[in-house]
């Protein structure tokens, strides 16, 4: 089975620009949740999607939103870009049987620089 | 408060030797999910052992074993026979009953292997 993709790998933007990445998860995985990384910050959740719907969602601004497909393939998008939006952003997909014993698997990540 | 501690930033090891990294948690669920994740340099979150809360041995998966003390809220990871490869952050994450599929994870442990 194919693993988590997520295209692109790295980008570079400036501020006050808008980015989209996307995660095409794992076959028949239909919960998709994002993740953004800085050395600051460590992990921190961003959303997460099933079925569509936004399940869950993270302490950050409205700037970072989300959607999902029908095909289960998610985008994020974060809009009027700041430095501090600099980081590697994971997006990990589960199948979500139920309970706590669903395991996220990752994608290697998007690396995203704001100058 | 924190929810996963870690409370080793960094442990030096030698080759074949087998090595501990420490993971102290807090939750409030009875039922809830622990997790152990590796990341190289590369970038990508690697899973690598799951411990449920209502498991009453501890998980092993092969050369990875997990010391999980329900009363003491830890749950450790133990790589036994190290090898040059185990060089990576160690991430150790919880998903609650609660959550849907969301992980906390702690700030990691910088594993370094040594000829």
């Known amino acids: 089975k194919a693993g988590v993709t997520q295209t692109p790998r790295y980008l570079i933007k400036t501020r006050g620009q808008q980015v989209t990445l996307s995660c095409s998860p794992i076959s028949g995985h239909r919960s998709v949740s994002w993740y953004q990384q800085t050395p600051g910050q460590g992990l921190q959740f961003l959303f997460e999607?099933?079925?569509?719907?936004?399940?869950n969602k993270g302490n950050f601004p409205g700037r970072f939103s989300g959607r999902q497909f029908s095909n289960s393939r998610s985008e994020m998008n974060v809009s009027t870009l700041e430095l501090g939006d600099s980081a590697l952003y994971l997006c990990?997909?589960?199948?979500?049987?139920?309970?706590?014993?669903?395991?996220?698997?990752f994608g290697p990540g998007t690396r995203l620089t704001v100058l | 408060a924190q929810k996963i501690t870690q409370t080793q930033p960094g442990m030096f090891v030698q080759e074949k030797e087998a090595v501990t990294l420490d993971c102290t948690y807090d939750?409030?669920?009875?039922?809830?999910?622990l997790f152990w994740y590796k990341q190289p340099s590369s970038g990508e979150m690697i899973f690598l052992i799951y411990?449920?809360?209502?498991?009453?041995q501890n998980a092993t998966e092969g050369r990875y074993s997990l010391n999980f003390q329900k009363a003491r809220k830890s749950a450790n990871l133990v790589i036994s026979a190290s090898q040059l490869g185990d060089s990576a952050m160690y991430f150790c994450?919880?998903?609650?009953?609660?959550?849907?599929?969301?992980?906390?994870f702690g700030k990691g442990t910088m594993l370094l292997v040594s000829p």
């Open positions: 411990q449920g809360s209502y498991d009453e």
């Open positions: 990990a997909s589960s199948s979500y049987t139920s309970g706590h014993t669903d395991t996220q698997y």
């Open positions: 999607y099933f079925s569509e719907t936004q399940r």
């Open positions: 994450a919880m998903r609650e009953n609660s959550g849907y599929s969301t992980l906390t």
């Open positions: 939750t409030s669920d009875q039922s809830y999910g």
